[in-house]
């Protein structure tokens, strides 16, 4: 039996996607936008906010595993980049 995939699957899919880029989109504007490394006077708010963007990402981290879940349901695979000590292996066998 083939998988199909319904409106309702889509819906959870697009609500991950939204959850995602609102997440992103606060990191970006209230983090990377306000912040520069390299100016003394920003190193406060950097460590300030390091435990709070930890928490974004982690939670950026769950809903991308929740979506690749759903996408696997339905037999899609996924590209992934092989590492470098992968390749060190290939090369010496």
Not at 82 to 87: A, H, R
């Given at each position: ?20 880029r609102y ?71």
């Open positions: 039996m083939e998988n199909t995939i319904d409106k309702e699957d889509l819906s959870e899919l697009a609500k991950a996607v939204e959850i995602m997440t992103m989109q606060e990191l970006l504007e209230e983090f990377f936008d306000k912040y520069n490394s390299g100016n003394d006077a920003d190193h406060f708010g950097i460590v300030w906010e390091f435990n709070r963007n930890r928490a974004r990402t982690a939670l950026l981290w769950d809903y991308l595993l929740q979506m690749e879940n759903m996408l696997k349901q339905f037999d899609i695979t996924f590209w992934r980049p092989v590492k470098s000590k992968e390749l060190e292996k290939e090369s010496v066998a």
